[in-house]
Nanobody, 122 residues
């Protein structure tokens, strides 16, 4: 069982940066692949980034070069550094844990946080 709590969301101007954190409970955190998804108002949830237990990373094309996912297994925490933010990044960001490998699809992720809201103003 893994419980996830996101933090770090807020209001930022376009071009600015935010760092999201996701704190996980459970002794097996390091064995999970972790992902970040976001859901914009009126839209479906979409994949943002994922990281394997060993640190291999994957990104949605829309965020490559601007967002960085990382993890600290000693702290049971995964991060999403978001730079050069655009208004279309506005939404609720969810952290998720997958007992299998990383995926851009939601279904492999068995555990989800409650989300943290990011608003990017133009």
């Amino acid at each position: 069982q893994v419980q996830l709590v996101e933090s770090g969301g807020g209001l930022v101007q376009a071009g600015g940066s935010l760092r999201l954190s996701c704190a996980a409970s459970g002794r097996t955190f390091s064995s999970y692949a972790m992902g970040w998804f976001r859901q914009a108002p009126g839209k479906e949830r979409e994949f943002v980034a994922a990281i394997t237990w060993s640190g291999r990373t994957y990104y949605a094309d829309s965020v490559k070069g601007r967002f960085t996912i990382s993890r600290d297994n000693a702290r049971n925490t995964v991060y999403l550094q978001m730079n050069s933010l655009k208004p279309e990044a506005t939404g609720v960001y969810y952290c998720a844990a997958s007992p299998g490998g990383p995926s851009s699809q939601s279904s492999p992720y068995g555990y989800w946080g409650q989300g943290t809201r990011v608003t990017v103003s133009s």
